[in-house]
């Protein structure tokens, strides 16, 4: 059965850091790209990072750049989001979805999505 589960969220103070993960199980991820998205409270949910197939990244929010990065090991189906420098804004729930192959900035391109990882960022 296909899943994608996220983990690696939490509670975090300011400055800090966190790794999130997206598993897959029931296929392989190694054709697909795999993007990061958050939903921050009452907010739309918005494209974060993505890593193609091939392991190029793609960045959809300017907010997170230099602080936020993206890898895949394929050998054990697995994408990552390393998230540093973490500031109370960053606080959302953030999901990973897949799409065959490129990445897209568009959520309806996604085809398949997990649950999502609460990250709270607070002192």
């Known amino acids: 059965q296909l899943q994608l589960v996220e983990s690696g969220g939490g509670l975090v103070q300011p400055g800090g850091s966190l790794r999130l993960s997206c598993a897959a199980s029931?296929?392989?991820?190694?054709?697909?790209?795999v993007g990061w998205f958050r939903q921050l409270p009452g907010k739309e949910r918005e494209g974060v990072l993505c890593?193609?197939?091939?392991?190029?990244?793609?960045n959809y929010a300017d907010s997170v750049k230099g602080r936020f990065t993206i890898s895949r090991d394929n050998a054990k189906n697995t994408v990552y989001l390393q998230m540093n420098s973490l500031k109370p804004e960053d606080t959302a729930v953030y999901y990973c979805?897949?799409?065959?192959?490129?990445?897209?900035?568009?959520?309806?391109?996604?085809?398949?999505w997990g649950q999502g990882t609460q990250v709270t960022v607070s002192s």
């Open positions: 979805a897949i799409q065959w192959t490129y990445c897209s900035g568009s959520l309806s391109e996604y085809d398949y």
């Open positions: 029931g296929f392989t991820l190694d054709y697909y790209a």
């Open positions: 890593i193609s197939s091939s392991g190029g990244s793609t």
